[in-house]
């Protein structure tokens, strides 16, 4: 067993350094030698004068032994100092025979591995000679013992001095330096070695620096010399840095305005590790920004809420720009700010300013202004009323905001007049100017009445006349005029008035005996303004006399031929009676329908409606040079959009002259008059004749809605717009939907339930007039709803089943309060949803515009433009807009209405159909 054992250590690698070093004694030479190794590896320690090349073969050695002759035992020794040994051609290991070895071709002490404990003198004798003449030096070099734990001397937010005690042993290797290893908090794996500060060299402290503030952290040390890394030490308890000042700013989302008075607006918190403190809430600043002005004061507003991710300022001004600063705050301090900008909405302005008269006339006065101080937003035109005392307020837009002058017309003259201005924003008329008086000017007469005319003698005239039933102020002169029938031109002869009299009478000398003659009377009234204008009132009728003694016989100068008096025939007499009877036939015929009408009015109005519904047309159809082929369209929108949409202003202005009193029509409509809508006056002559009626007799005296046709791609009468209707109005509306045969309706944006909802709850019941209307289903969607509602007839005596129609409502929810939406793809899903929902029928889809009216034009726009996109793959926007645009007076309010219509059809050009059906 020993033998091979040793024949097996004698076969490991010699991979000692070897180091000679003679030492002069007292006693002779002493060999000494020195082995340097790496702990871990096999040591070889060879016996000075024996193991040298060829010295072994000189020795023939009975007895070998090696032993540690120092007073400290080796860790591989036996109890008793004693390593290995030879006698008896045999080899005895007495230490640590797990390590241990003999190499008897040599008589080398082998060491496998050798540890840093290991260090130490080693001494070999053989054949009784001494031994403290043959010591080895063994030096085992391995990586130090581990330093002291780490103690903080000094912490900042960004940086912490530590301190530690050095390693205890170096193990043959001096320290070069040490490695400090960091971590968050007190658990968790620590980073590698090669990661960790290094130090300069072997000093005890160092400055950990680049830390986060307000962040806990543990450190422990690594000794490290030529042979590696010690162990690392135990870990420092743990620290925190110091707050500091947030490091980065909240993330601004958004910033909207809610009214003329309010913006919301919405951010993101920093990371957390950007805070470097407790997190405490917001700092909120805001202040006036308006360009070309200075800025105001700013207002501050402290939220201590850390969950907020928006919030409402509110109490502005309308219409104002507004710099809205947000800064994180921790106990040290507030942390960099975050800016982002946002105008309130418009306000109603305040009241024109030094509105007063340039020019006052008989039938017109000439109005002129200064804008509001506060106009709080843009002003888009005015309101100009005015009244007679006790009469009616009267009123006319003024559709240009730039415009200072206003002309009244279609006065009454010598009449008091109060007017007053009230300025127009998007959000409605403004404060009243206050009110200014004038009274027109006087004006021209009436026509006199000639009442007498007399010849005197065969060359002079006696004429006669009565004062005008129609006089402003007084008649001061009056005008006679008179000319021969060969002549073409009157001669005027001024007659001045001395006294105010019913009858008035002259004489005109020098005329032609036997001429006829023409003879006409003009009253005129000076001005009271004026004095040197004069208001020519209207002539008399002509009467025509012939010159001769005696011609007041024959004054009624005619070519009419009296006949004398006979009596009737009898072809005469037979054609009175016979008119007699077919006006009495009429009379009867017309109180047995009226009566009819009122003990059948529903079965009336549905035949009515019946008629009304069966009736297509053609409708709209662009032709082909008109319309924008579908591959060219991006490139005829980037054209318009261009020099700040300026090809979409030129086109918009072209619409409006088209339609040039859509505008009045919109705000004066039509008039109810004994509850049937009438229209007002002849500008909306055009918008009446597309305006639906309501046939049946029940809503003759109650309120209705304005509602019009609108035509579609080659449908006539495709849909019915009409405006919010009021409470009063609802059953009307109703009765509108089952004469029309409507089975689609839209609604886009909210109706505020003033005076009842419009439609029930839903699993509910209402009625509204002769008929109930049912809530059965209702799909909240992510932008609108949609709901199944079944309209149905209350029974009557005359009806014995039960009709109903069901009903699909669309309402569109994600519409903007104010403006047009900022995103096109919500809404064009809605538009195509309902088309997929489309009747089979003729009958026409009723639009509701709850918010605004660029709504129903943009709803009817897509609807009809994009049936023509799948059907013909072009596009005639302009074409449309010119079918269309006389038919309703809720159509296409403003330009950026016909700009953001172009934009929608844009994005379903570029990107397609996104409404995928669930089938």
Same mark, same amino acid.
């Given at each position: 067993?020993?033998?091979?054992?040793?024949?097996?250590?004698?076969?490991?690698?010699?991979?000692?350094?070897?180091?000679?070093?003679?030492?002069?004694?007292?006693?002779?030479?002493?060999?000494?030698?020195?082995?340097?190794?790496?702990?871990?590896?096999?040591?070889?320690?060879?016996?000075?004068?024996?193991?040298?090349?060829?010295?072994?073969?000189?020795?023939?050695?009975?007895?070998?032994?090696?032993?540690?002759?120092?007073?400290?035992?080796?860790?591989?020794?036996?109890?008793?100092?004693?390593?290995?040994?030879?006698?008896?051609?045999?080899?005895?290991?007495?230490?640590?025979?797990?390590?241990?070895?003999? !190499?008897?071709? =040599? +008589?080398?002490?082998?060491? &496998?591995?050798? @540890?840093? *404990?290991? $260090?130490?003198?080693?001494?070999?004798?053989?054949?009784?000679?001494?031994?403290?003449?043959?010591?080895?030096?063994?030096?085992?070099?391995?990586?130090?013992?581990?330093?002291?734990?780490?103690?903080?001397?000094?912490?900042?937010?960004?940086?912490?001095?530590?301190?530690?005690?050095?390693?205890?042993?170096?193990?043959?290797?001096?320290?070069?330096?040490?490695?400090?290893?960091?971590?968050?908090? !007190?658990?968790? =794996? +620590?980073?590698?070695?090669? &990661?960790?500060? @290094?130090? *300069?060299? $072997?000093?005890?402290?160092?400055?950990?620096?680049?830390?986060?503030?307000?962040?806990?952290?543990?450190?422990?040390?690594?000794?490290?010399?030529?042979?590696?890394?010690?162990?690392?030490?135990?870990?420092?308890?743990?620290?925190?840095?110091?707050?500091?000042?947030?490091?980065?700013?909240?993330?601004?989302?958004?910033?909207?305005?809610?009214?003329?008075?309010?913006?919301?607006?919405?951010?993101?918190?920093?990371?957390?590790?950007?805070?470097?403190?407790?997190?405490?809430?917001?700092?909120?600043?805001?202040?006036?920004?308006?360009?070309?002005?200075?800025?105001?004061?700013?207002?501050?507003?402290?939220?201590?809420?850390?969950?907020?991710?928006?919030?409402?300022?509110?109490?502005?001004?309308?219409?104002?720009?507004?710099?809205?600063?947000?800064?994180?705050?921790?106990?040290?301090?507030?942390?960099?700010?975050?800016?982002?900008?946002?105008?309130?909405?418009?306000?109603?302005?305040?009241?024109?300013?030094?509105?007063?008269?340039?020019?006052?006339?008989?039938?017109?006065?000439?109005?002129?202004?200064?804008?509001?101080?506060?106009?709080?937003?843009?002003?888009?035109?005015?309101?100009?009323?005015?009244?007679?005392?006790?009469?009616?307020?009267?009123?006319?837009?003024?559709?240009?905001?730039?415009?200072?002058?206003?002309?009244?017309?279609?006065?009454?003259?010598?009449?008091?007049?109060?007017?007053?201005?009230?300025?127009?924003?998007?959000?409605?008329?403004?404060?009243?100017?206050?009110?200014?008086?004038?009274?027109?000017?006087?004006?021209?007469?009436?026509?006199?009445?000639?009442?007498?005319?007399?010849?005197?003698?065969?060359?002079?005239?006696?004429?006669?006349?009565?004062?005008?039933?129609?006089?402003?102020?007084?008649?001061?002169?009056?005008?006679?005029?008179?000319?021969?029938?060969?002549?073409?031109?009157?001669?005027?002869?001024?007659?001045?008035?001395?006294?105010?009299?019913?009858?008035?009478?002259?004489?005109?000398?020098?005329?032609?005996?036997?001429?006829?003659?023409?003879?006409?009377?003009?009253?005129?009234?000076?001005?009271?303004?004026?004095?040197?204008?004069?208001?020519?009132?209207?002539?008399?009728?002509?009467?025509?006399?012939?010159?001769?003694?005696?011609?007041?016989?024959?004054?009624?100068?005619?070519?009419?031929?009296?006949?004398?008096?006979?009596?009737?025939?009898?072809?005469?007499?037979?054609?009175?009676?016979?008119?007699?009877?077919?006006?009495?036939?009429?009379?009867?015929?017309?109180?047995?329908?009226?009566?009819?009408?009122?003990?059948?009015?529903?079965?009336?109005?549905?035949?009515?409606?019946?008629?009304?519904?069966?009736?297509?047309?053609?409708?709209?159809?662009?032709?082909?040079?008109?319309?924008?082929?579908?591959?060219?369209?991006?490139?005829?929108?980037?054209?318009?959009?261009?020099?700040?949409?300026?090809?979409?202003?030129?086109?918009?202005?072209?619409?409006?002259?088209?339609?040039?009193?859509?505008?009045?029509?919109?705000?004066?409509?039509?008039?109810?008059?004994?509850?049937?809508?009438?229209?007002?006056?002849?500008?909306?002559?055009?918008?009446?004749?597309?305006?639906?009626?309501?046939?049946?007799?029940?809503?003759?005296?109650?309120?209705?809605?304005?509602?019009?046709?609108?035509?579609?791609?080659?449908?006539?009468?495709?849909?019915?717009?009409?405006?919010?209707?009021?409470?009063?109005?609802?059953?009307?509306?109703?009765?509108?939907?089952?004469?029309?045969?409507?089975?689609?309706?839209?609604?886009?944006?909210?109706?505020?339930?003033?005076?009842?909802?419009?439609?029930?709850?839903?699993?509910?019941?209402?009625?509204?007039?002769?008929?109930?209307?049912?809530?059965?289903?209702?799909?909240?969607?992510?932008?609108?709803?949609?709901?199944?509602?079944?309209?149905?007839?209350?029974?009557?005596?005359?009806?014995?089943?039960?009709?109903?129609?069901?009903?699909?409502?669309?309402?569109?929810?994600?519409?903007?309060?104010?403006?047009?939406?900022?995103?096109?793809?919500?809404?064009?899903?809605?538009?195509?949803?309902?088309?997929?929902?489309?009747?089979?029928?003729?009958?026409?889809?009723?639009?509701?515009?709850?918010?605004?009216?660029?709504?129903?034009?943009?709803?009817?726009?897509?609807?009809?433009?994009?049936?023509?996109?799948?059907?013909?793959?072009?596009?005639?926007?302009?074409?449309?807009?010119?079918?269309?645009?006389?038919?309703?007076?809720?159509?296409?309010?403003?330009?950026?209405?016909?700009?953001?219509?172009?934009?929608?059809?844009?994005?379903?050009?570029?990107?397609?159909?996104?409404?995928?059906?669930?089938?």
């Amino acid at each position: 067993m020993t033998e091979v054992r040793r024949t097996s250590r004698a076969r490991l690698p010699q991979l000692a350094l070897l180091v000679i070093c003679i030492f002069p004694t007292g006693r002779g030479d002493r060999l000494m030698k020195t082995v340097v190794v790496r702990a871990g590896e096999n040591a070889t320690i060879p016996c000075p004068g024996l193991t040298e090349v060829g010295r072994a073969a000189d020795y023939i050695i009975g007895r070998l032994t090696w032993t540690c002759p120092g007073r400290r035992p080796c860790p591989a020794a036996a109890p008793t100092g004693q390593l290995a040994s030879y006698a008896a051609r045999t080899v005895s290991i007495e230490g640590d025979r797990g390590r241990l070895d003999l !190499d008897r071709r =040599t +008589w080398a002490l082998l060491i &496998a591995p050798a @540890r840093a *404990a290991d $260090s130490g003198a080693y001494s070999c004798s053989f054949n009784d000679q001494p031994s403290d003449h043959r010591i080895v030096k063994l030096e085992v070099q391995g990586v130090p013992s581990p330093p002291g734990r780490p103690m903080v001397i000094k912490h900042t937010s960004r940086h912490i001095d530590l301190s530690w005690a050095p390693s205890l042993q170096t193990n043959n290797s001096p320290i070069k330096h040490y490695v400090i290893q960091t971590r968050y908090g !007190d658990t968790g =794996t +620590w980073p590698a070695v090669e &990661a960790g500060h @290094r130090t *300069a060299g $072997s000093q005890t402290n160092a400055t950990v620096a680049d830390l986060t503030p307000f962040t806990v952290y543990t450190f422990r040390v690594v000794a490290a010399n030529d042979m590696g890394y010690s162990r690392p030490s135990d870990a420092s308890y743990p620290v925190s840095t110091l707050r500091e000042r947030p490091g980065a700013p909240p993330k601004l989302t958004y910033a909207r305005n809610r009214s003329s008075t309010s913006i919301e607006v919405g951010w993101r918190p920093p990371a957390d590790h950007t805070l470097h403190g407790e997190f405490t809430g917001y700092h909120l600043t805001y202040r006036r920004a308006e360009p070309g002005r200075r800025s105001g004061p700013a207002s501050s507003v402290q939220l201590h809420d850390v969950s907020d991710r928006s919030y409402f300022i509110e109490d502005l001004e309308p219409y104002t720009r507004y710099e809205i600063t947000l800064q994180v705050k921790n106990p040290q301090d507030l942390g960099p700010p975050a800016t982002i900008t946002a105008t309130t909405g418009e306000g109603v302005p305040s009241r024109p300013v030094n509105v007063s008269f340039s020019s006052v006339r008989d039938r017109s006065v000439v109005l002129r202004w200064v804008p509001p101080r506060r106009p709080n937003g843009l002003v888009r035109g005015y309101n100009a009323y005015w009244t007679a005392d006790k009469g009616q307020v009267m009123r006319r837009a003024v559709p240009d905001g730039d415009r200072r002058t206003f002309t009244i017309t279609n006065l009454d003259p010598d009449t008091e007049y109060s007017v007053w201005l009230k300025a127009v924003t998007g959000a409605g008329e403004g404060d009243r100017s206050f009110p200014v008086r004038a009274r027109t000017d006087v004006s021209g007469p009436g026509a006199p009445v000639i009442t007498n005319i007399t010849c005197p003698t065969d060359t002079s005239l006696g004429l006669q006349w009565r004062k005008p039933e129609v006089v402003y102020g007084l008649v001061d002169l009056y005008y006679l005029l008179y000319r021969s029938g060969d002549s073409r031109d009157f001669i005027e002869r001024m007659v001045p008035v001395q006294s105010d009299r019913l009858q008035y009478t002259i004489n005109l000398p020098n005329l032609t005996a036997n001429q006829v003659y023409e003879i006409r009377i003009q009253g005129a009234t000076v001005s009271r303004l004026d004095r040197n204008k004069v208001y020519n009132g209207q002539q008399s009728l002509p009467r025509k006399v012939r010159m001769e003694r005696g011609c007041e016989e024959i004054q009624l100068y005619s070519t009419w031929k009296h006949r004398p008096h006979t009596t009737l025939a009898g072809s005469e007499v037979t054609g009175i009676f016979v008119g007699c009877l077919l006006v009495l036939f009429l009379v009867i015929a017309a109180v047995i329908w009226r009566r009819r009408q009122k003990r059948y009015p529903a079965e009336t109005a549905d035949k009515m409606a019946a008629s009304v519904a069966g009736s297509v047309l053609s409708g709209w159809g662009a032709p082909a040079h008109e319309a924008v082929p579908s591959h060219l369209f991006s490139q005829h929108v980037r054209q318009q959009h261009a020099d700040a949409d300026d090809g979409f202003r030129r086109e918009w202005e072209m619409l409006q002259m088209a339609a040039p009193l859509a505008d009045d029509a919109r705000t004066s409509g039509a008039v109810q008059k004994n509850g049937q809508t009438a229209a007002s006056d002849a500008s909306t002559g055009s918008y009446y004749s597309a305006r639906v009626p309501i046939a049946s007799r029940l809503y003759r005296h109650r309120p209705t809605p304005a509602a019009y046709y609108v035509d579609g791609y080659q449908r006539a009468r495709a849909f019915i717009v009409t405006d919010r209707p009021s409470a009063a109005s609802h059953d009307a509306l109703w009765r509108l939907v089952w004469e029309q045969g409507v089975t689609t309706l839209v609604l886009i944006g909210t109706l505020e339930p003033k005076g009842g909802r419009l439609w029930p709850e839903r699993g509910a019941q209402r009625p509204f007039g002769d008929l109930q209307v049912e809530h059965r289903e209702e799909l909240p969607l992510a932008a609108c709803c949609v709901r199944k509602l079944v309209v149905s007839k209350l029974k009557s005596k005359s009806s014995r089943s039960k009709k109903e129609r069901g009903v699909n409502f669309f309402q569109y929810t994600y519409w903007p309060e104010f403006g047009l939406p900022e995103d096109t793809l919500p809404l064009l899903d809605f538009v195509q949803r309902t088309l997929q929902h489309e009747s089979a029928s003729n009958a026409p889809v009723l639009f509701i515009s709850a918010t605004s009216y660029c709504a129903a034009g943009l709803y009817v726009g897509l609807v009809s433009l994009l049936t023509q996109l799948k059907y013909r793959a072009e596009l005639g926007v302009y074409s449309y807009w010119q079918h269309v645009i006389g038919q309703c007076p809720y159509l296409l309010t403003t330009v950026d209405e016909y700009s953001f219509l172009h934009d929608c059809l844009l994005e379903r050009v570029t990107a397609g159909e996104t409404l995928v059906p669930r089938n």
